[in-house]
Each structure stands twice: as structure tokens, then as C-alpha cells.
């Protein structure tokens, strides 16, 4: 070897340079007014974070509120609060109020609420993890196997006496997708994500068609009810239905915010993964199963709901960034956000007329994401 | 592919915030290549039998034409491809052994820069190199490592803002930052200067030296610049077709003339600079078809 010594003494190393590499592992930083100056900078972008994670969770409130008090029966906010406040105390004053708000209005808010944070959620995770932009619910095949699902649970006759059989479909459904991906994912050549989003893409076309054909032989009822599936709507869950949709979704989130760290690492690709100590493909399947589940654990209660998956996660990063420390909990908060003023305008707006909240959403979110995405440019994707 | 065991295995390291590895002390390292063969399963052999043995602190140059496996050799040394046979040893354990995060102890890899599809602060972006850290390092021991890091680079102004505004001198500065925020002792970097100008070209490799002579680190790179690799490595790496390593050795008995045109098809001078071999290149040698391979 050539010339390995004093550092000092290399002729080939300009002199700023060999003192800045001899301080980096010598000098401790931490009394450094750049230090101080930069971890105030540091904390002053997750104060922001947490404003807006906060400023989401004051929203979802207040509109929860005037969702639920919203109706032919005209209840104020503050009686409403008081209501829900009341009955969880157990201190129940008017059993016909208390009825009508915890009973009838409640479940579909709730509904709301645990299905915006698992629709935004499942699309944040898709997208860093298959690293397209376009991922959700819809182009891995999960909501179009719902939908297939419960189309033959219905073509069929099983829900005639209850809906629990098209919701078993419908999960059971939801889940082949993810599972056929997984299964994929062990083809070496066939892992890639582009591969995978290419893979829910192509299923998402033959559930689509088989749905198509279910529906052409299915007698005028059943294609309503069909139909009535397809665009998704709050209104048929119920408190029965609630805790199965809350757990998956609770459990889901828990697991994926553990694993958030990793989940960057995910989205810088496959050999940065593993030059930075992670084995891709192991967690990248760990992470479909989790999404897979919680998205077929809500549409399988609600039905098809577009636009949340899709598009939350891009709003929230024109505010708060890509970082999924921060993204997914942002994501869930204004995706329950969105859901909740979305079912409330949809029911208020066309009064008595109802609109599916995936169409409000569609119609309110799609104009703000373009006028965001133009007025930001691409810089964040 | 992982089984369902391993993918328990994550969950439990994750909810326990444990970060188990046999690897927490590390003295100086020995990298041993021993017949390494690797090809994809589609195609042929991309590098064959290599043997290699890299032990002492410096700058080591892997040079060659396209296609001759250069990125496949560090890929393999990083754990990044799994080797088709031979075997590679990273202080005498055999790396088919060690999981990702244990050679990512040892081993920092620079993949050639590429925009990642959602860009994250530089911050994060180097962040994200402190994962396999231990985790009983607090953030705050994190947040140093990271500034640190950004001063040693001249950075620190740019820690707000995204990865993708960023100018090409700037991204591989924020690239090397996440290699070196995980204290490796080995930097495996590939091509670190290309796209690069010369100011930032002179830069980058001034700094690779320093980080080998200051700090006893390993650093290897790939490099398309001869010149370049001459003046600044200890040692030059010279691979040739079909996957195999032509030569090693210091840059004056690597860089030569007869090498050059015997393994890159260029006819060239070379001549001696205070030591440091000079390439100056003359015509390719083309047949009479216009081919060159």
C-alpha cells in the first residue's frame, strides 16, 4: 500500500478538509449553538406535525357532533354531547334522545371514524410500501374482491334473513388478493413491488368482471342490493358490527405505527433496505397482511369506499412530509376527518337526498388534491 | 423468503424494542472473498471465483468496463445479493450466515444515487440511516450522530429541506451522510462521483481518503475515471470480462498501459506524475465493423 499515515501529512487532502473529518468522531457537538439551533429547527417540525395531527382531531370532533346531531329531529350540538356524555357516565336523562343519538346516529359516525383511519392508513402503508404513488385498497384488489364477494353472497341468496354472510364473503374475498400477492412475492423474479401493484391491478380486473357477470344474471332486487354494496355508504353498520371493525382497525395501526421506522427504510427500496440491516421482502409481506387485513375489516361493513386510501396520504404529505413516523398517524387522523364532514355534507347538501360519502368525498377532495398538487408542484413526490 | 417464524421474530423485536446482535463490539475488519460466483437466474454468470482479501485501512478503487460485475462484487459484500457459491468472510464468519443487520454493523452501502418515489427532509433521509443502530440510542444520541454527520458534510443548512430539490453534488453528499451515520467500518460506495463535476468529483474522493486515513475505515468505491482512482486510491481493483478480478495492486502497477488496453480496448499513454500514473487515452480499438466488444 501506497501511503497510509498522518492524515496530516497527505499532500492529496486540503487542509479544511482533514480537520473536518479529524473533529467529526473527536468533538462532541452537543454544546454547539449549530446544535442547539438545529434541534430547535428539529423540534419546531414536530410541533408542526403534531399541530396539524391535532388540529385533525378538533375537526373529526366538532363534525362527529354535528354529523350525529344532523336529522330530521332537530338536536343541538351541545344537547348531543351531553347526550353521549350522559349515557357514558350512565347517568341517562331522555331514553328517546338517548335512543335516537347513541342507537340510530352514533354507529354510522363511529363507522365513519374507524373506516377513514383504516382506508388512510392502509393506502399510506401501500404506497411507501410498494412505492407507487397509486397504491390504495383498489389497485391491490382488495376492494374489488370485497365487492365480488359480497356481489355472490347476495347473487346467491345466502343474505337473505341478515347481512352477516355478505360481510363473511366479502373479508373472505378481500383477502385472496393479498394472499395470492404474498404467495407471488416468493417468486424472486416476481417480488418487485412495481411486479405486485402490476399483479392487484390485473386481479382488480377479474373480480371486476366476474362481479359483471353475477350482476347481469341476478334478478332486479338483488342488483339493487348489489349496487347499494358497491358505492359504499355508512349507513348499514351497526353497534353489532362496530367492535370487530374497531379491532381489526386498532390492532392493524398499533402494529404498522411500531413498525413505522422501518416502513422508510421499505420506501427507499429494496437494497437500501437491506444495506441499512433489513430483509425486504419478509416485512414488506408483513406489511401487506396487516394492510389487507384492516382494509377488508372495513369494507367489508361499509362497502366500497374510494378516494379516502388514495388520496389522504398525499394531502397529508404536502403538510407534514413523507417521514411514516408521523405520516400514518396524520393519515388515520384526517382520514376520519374526511370521512366524517364528507357523510355529513353528503346528507346535508341534497336534503332529503342522500349521497354516498365515497361520491362526496370524490367531488369535495378531488378539486383540493389538483389545486394542492398545482399550487405545491411535485417537489414531495 | 422469510418464514413465518422470522416474520414472529420481527413483530417481537419491534413491540419489545429489542435489537438483538451478536455484533456489538467491532475492532478492525477483515473482508476475505473466497471463489465467489454469483449469476442471476436468468442470465449467466455476472462475476466468477473471485478471490479477494481486503484487511487493512485505505481507499480501494474497483475499476473496469461495463458490464464486468464491478456493482455485483460490492453487492455481494454488503450482503445485498445472495452469493451462487464461494463464500465471503467478514471477520472470519461466513457472511451466508449473518443476517442483513448484522453485516450492516460492519458494512455501510452507498447505492448509486436515485430519487426515492416520496422524498423525505434530508434530515430524515439521513436519519434513516441511524435503523440499525442500537436501540438503546436515544433520539437525542440519534439527532447528534445525524448533525454531526451534516457539519462533517457542510449540509447542515439543508437539513429542512426535501431530498428531491436538492442539486446531484448535494444528493450524493446526503447519500454518503446516510452511509457514514451508521459509524460502519467499512464504506461501500457505487460510483459515487458519477454526474458529478470535477469540483464535487475532487471532493467526494478527497473525502473517502480522509475517512480511510483518519479513521482506519475500509472504503471502496467503483469508479469510471482512471485518473481519478490513480492519484487518490491505496490500492485500484481492476475487473475484466467475463467477471473476473484482472488485477490489484497500488495504482502504479494496476494503471498501466498494457492493463488499459488489454482489459478496456483503448489504446492510451501513461505517463508518470511524481509517481501517480497519468492516463491520457488514444483510439479505441475497433475491427473493421465499427465493433468494440
Redesign the interface.
Known amino acids: 500500500m501506497k501511503f497510509i499515515g498522518d492524515i496530516e501529512e497527505d499532500p492529496l487532502i486540503a487542509k479544511p478538509m482533514s480537520r473536518m473529518v479529524r473533529e467529526w468522531s473527536r468533538t462532541d457537538e452537543s454544546d454547539s449553538e449549530g446544535y442547539r439551533k438545529h434541534m430547535a429547527d428539529y423540534h419546531r417540525t414536530i410541533r408542526r406535525r403534531l399541530f396539524f395531527i391535532v388540529l385533525c382531531v378538533v375537526i373529526t370532533i366538532v363534525a362527529a357532533g354535528y354529523a350525529i346531531a344532523y336529522g330530521p329531529l332537530d338536536i343541538s350540538f351541545t344537547e348531543t354531547y351531553a347526550t353521549i356524555w350522559n349515557h357514558i357516565t350512565g347517568n341517562i336523562q331522555n331514553t328517546g334522545m338517548d335512543f335516537i343519538i347513541v342507537s340510530v346516529r352514533a354507529p354510522r359516525i363511529v363507522a365513519g371514524i374507524f373506516g377513514g383511519i383504516g382506508l388512510a392508513v392502509c393506502g399510506a402503508v401501500l404506497q411507501s410500501v410498494l412505492r407507487n404513488p397509486l397504491a390504495d385498497s383498489y389497485t391491490t384488489g382488495v376492494s374489488s374482491g370485497a365487492s365480488f364477494g359480497a356481489t355472490l353472497a347476495i347473487a346467491l341468496g345466502m343474505s337473505v334473513v341478515n347481512s352477516t354472510p355478505t360481510v363473511i364473503m366479502a373479508f373472505v374475498f378481500s383477502m385472496l388478493p393479498i394472499l395470492a400477492i404474498v404467495l407471488l412475492s416468493k417468486h424472486r423474479s416476481a417480488s418487485s413491488p412495481t411486479v405486485m401493484i402490476m399483479f392487484g391491478i390485473g386481479l382488480m380486473y377479474i373480480f371486476n368482471a366476474l362481479t359483471t357477470v353475477f350482476m347481469l344474471w341476478s334478478s332486479p332486487e338483488d342488483l339493487a342490493a348489489i349496487y347499494n354494496w358497491q358505492v359504499g355508504s355508512l349507513a348499514k353498520v351497526t353497534w353489532d358490527n362496530i367492535p370487530y371493525m374497531a379491532a381489526i382497525v386498532v390492532a392493524g395501526i398499533i402494529i404498522i405505527q411500531l413498525l413505522s421506522g422501518k416502513l422508510n427504510v421499505l420506501a427507499t427500496g429494496d437494497e437500501n433496505a437491506k444495506a441499512l440491516g433489513i430483509s425486504p421482502h419478509r416485512l414488506r409481506v408483513l406489511f401487506l397482511a396487516v394492510t389487507g387485513l384492516v382494509c377488508a375489516g372495513v369494507v367489508s361493513f361499509t362497502g366500497v369506499i374510494g378516494f379516502v386510501g388514495l388520496v389522504t396520504p398525499h394531502i397529508v404529505r404536502i403538510f407534514i412530509g413523507a417521514d411514516n413516523r408521523y405520516l400514518i398517524p396524520a393519515s388515520a387522523l384526517f382520514g376520519a376527518m374526511l370521512m366524517v364532514v364528507c357523510d355529513l355534507l353528503g346528507r346535508a347538501v341534497l336534503d332529503p337526498a342522500v349521497l354516498p360519502v365515497g361520491v362526496v368525498m370524490a367531488f369535495i377532495g378531488g378539486p383540493t388534491f389538483i389545486w394542492l398538487l398545482v399550487r405545491k408542484g411535485n417537489s414531495a413526490w | 423468503?422469510?418464514s413465518i417464524s422470522?416474520?414472529k421474530m420481527?413483530?417481537k423485536e419491534?413491540?419489545s424494542g429489542e435489537d438483538r446482535s451478536d455484533f456489538d463490539d467491532i475492532g478492525g475488519v477483515t473482508i476475505e472473498m473466497k471463489d465467489v460466483t454469483f449469476g442471476y437466474?436468468?442470465g449467466g454468470t455476472v462475476i466468477r471465483d473471485i478471490n479477494l482479501k481486503i484487511d487493512?485501512?485505505?481507499l480501494y478503487c474497483v475499476i473496469g468496463p461495463n458490464g464486468v460485475g464491478k456493482s455485483t462484487l460490492i453487492?455481494c459484500m454488503?450482503?445485498?445479493e445472495d452469493l451462487t457459491s464461494g463464500d465471503i468472510l467478514i471477520n472470519g464468519r461466513s457472511i451466508r450466515t449473518m443476517?442483513?443487520?448484522?453485516?450492516?454493523?460492519f458494512?455501510?452501502?452507498?447505492?448509486v444515487v436515485?430519487k426515492?418515489?416520496?422524498?423525505?427532509?434530508v434530515?430524515?433521509t439521513i436519519l434513516?440511516?441511524c435503523?440499525?443502530r442500537r436501540s438503546g440510542d436515544s433520539d437525542e444520541s440519534k439527532?447528534?450522530a445525524v448533525?454531526?454527520?451534516?457539519?462533517?458534510l457542510?449540509i447542515?443548512d439543508l437539513?429542512?429541506k426535501?431530498f428531491?430539490?436538492l442539486s446531484a453534488g448535494q444528493h450524493q453528499k446526503v447519500a454518503i451522510a446516510r452511509?457514514l451515520v451508521?459509524k460502519p467500518k467499512v464504506l461501500i460506495l457505487d460510483e459515487p462521483t458519477a454526474n458529478l463535476d470535477v469540483k464535487y468529483q475532487v471532493?467526494v474522493v478527497?473525502?473517502l481518503?480522509?475517512?480511510?486515513?483518519?479513521?482506519g475505515m475500509i472504503v471502496i468505491m467503483i469508479s469510471h475515471d482512471l485518473n481519478i482512482s490513480a492519484?487518490?486510491a491505496?490500492?485500484v481493483i481492476m475487473m475484466s470480462a467475463p467477471g473476473v478480478i484482472y488485477k490489484t495492486g497500488?495504482?502504479?502497477e494496476v494503471i498501466t498501459k498494457e492493463n488499459i488496453e488489454e482489459v478496456y480496448g483503448v489504446h492510451c499513454k501513461v505517463i508518470d506524475d511524481e509517481g501517480v500514473p497519468v492516463v491520457i487515452l488514444g483510439q479505441s480499438m475497433m475491427d473493421e465493423f465499427g465493433n468494440i466488444d
Not at chain 2, 99 to 105: E, G, Q, T, W
Not at chain 2, 209 to 215: G, H, I, M, V, Y
Open positions: 423468503m422469510g422470522d416474520l420481527d413483530m419491534a413491540l437466474r436468468s487493512r485501512p485505505g453487492k454488503s450482503k445485498i443476517r442483513h443487520k448484522d453485516v450492516a454493523k458494512i455501510g452501502y452507498v447505492p436515485s426515492d418515489v416520496f422524498s423525505m427532509s434530515l430524515e434513516i440511516g435503523q440499525n439527532m447528534k448533525y454531526k454527520v451534516m457539519v462533517l457542510n447542515q437539513s429542512e426535501l428531491s430539490e452511509g451508521q471532493y478527497e473525502l481518503r480522509a475517512l480511510a486515513e483518519s479513521e492519484k487518490y491505496h490500492e497500488a495504482p502504479e
